[in-house]
């Protein structure tokens, strides 16, 4: 079950500073994990994004492979 609530920025920020020693680190660790996450994935993008790509010779090879095979496939 997901709440999401509103609170304004200076609410917040309030919030925070009466944590504990204890809970500002348990925050930051938890901060930290978020945005090695939305790096990861970021990074995980740019290399999928500069990664090979098929050019149109390439596709018409496969293309012809596959009704090669296809077609050696159904010989009796």
């Known amino acids: ?11 917040l920020l309030t919030a925070v500073k ?4 204890k ?26 994004l500069a990664g090979p790509v098929y050019t149109e010779e390439d596709i018409n090879n496969i293309g012809e492979n596959r009704k090669s095979i296809a077609k050696w496939r159904t010989k009796s």
């Open 1 to 11: 079950m997901e709440i999401k609530v509103q609170i304004p920025f200076q609410q």
């Open 23 to 48: 809970e500002k680190e348990r925050l930051r660790e938890e901060l930290a994990k978020e945005r090695s996450v939305k790096d990861n994935k970021n990074e995980l993008i740019e290399m999928l």
């Open 18 to 21: 009466t944590l504990t020693p």
